[in-house]
């Protein structure tokens, strides 16, 4: 069975373009969240979905960030327009629905803003 | 607030000694506790959880509800063990954002 998938792998923007970034969950689960890794900070929950409905985005860090998540498939991230304190690196998982469920990660997208 | 705090950034040991990995969690209710382990070039997995009281690896974390703690302990340190690992917790309700600590760097000495 294959794993959860994100696209790009690294992406490099300049301040003020956008990026889209996507994640393919495993297949048959429910819940997709997005966190990110700030350099020297922890990795950040920004938003939960489940199936294609927003659970929560408490942590989605402003409305330059939009993600969508596609009759319930994949997901993506939109930043726009994109700022230097947006370099991370987006790490997106998915897990069942169901009390211990555990959350599978991407490999996740390094993003850099120059 | 939510917090996870894990105070040491790099741990250094040398082959078969004893790894202790810190975290000490803050949560009003009751959490469910992680240890997350990223390997070189690899993504991040779930190492182990409190509630299997399962030993993966030759870790085990015990939750101390009262010094709000779930450290990592192994008896013998292998290379192989050294990675990158992150303590989290979520709330009890099931399917719950994950909080994160900064993560531990642990480097094993041959």
């Known amino acids: 069975e294959a794993g959860v998938t994100q696209f790009p792998s690294h992406s490099v923007i300049e301040k003020g373009q956008t990026v889209t970034l996507r994640c393919d969950p495993i297949?048959?689960?429910?819940?997709l969240y997005w966190y990110r890794r700030v350099m020297g900070k922890e990795i950040k929950f920004l938003l939960h979905?489940?199936?294609?409905?927003?659970?929560?985005e408490s942590g989605m860090p402003n409305n330059r960030f939009l993600a969508e998540r596609t009759g319930g498939t994949y997901s993506t991230l939109k930043v726009q327009p994109a700022e230097l304190e947006d370099s991370g690196v987006y790490f997106c998982?998915?897990?069942?629905?169901?009390?211990?469920?555990?959350?599978?990660f991407g490999p996740g997208t390094r993003l850099t803003v120059l | 607030a939510q917090r996870v705090t894990q105070p040491e950034k790099l741990l250094s040991v040398f082959k078969g000694a004893p790894v202790e990995l810190k975290c000490n969690y803050s949560?009003?209710?009751?959490?469910?506790l992680f240890w997350y382990v990223q390997y070189s070039r690899q993504r991040l997995q779930l190492l182990l959880r409190?509630?299997s009281r399962e030993s993966i690896k030759g870790f085990t974390a015990d939750l101390n509800k009262g010094e709000t703690s779930f450290h990592l302990k192994k008896p013998f340190a292998q290379e192989e063990d050294s990675a990158m690992y992150y303590c989290?917790?979520?709330?009890?309700?099931?399917?719950?954002?994950?909080?994160f600590g900064k993560g531990t760097r642990l480097s094993v000495i041959a």
């Open positions: 979905f489940v199936k294609e409905s927003k659970q929560d």
């Open positions: 949560y009003s209710g009751s959490p469910e």
């Open positions: 297949s048959g689960h429910d819940n």
């Open positions: 989290a917790l979520s709330g009890n309700s099931g399917n719950t954002p994950l909080v």
């Open positions: 409190h509630i």
């Open positions: 998982a998915s897990s069942h629905t169901g009390y211990t469920d555990t959350q599978y």
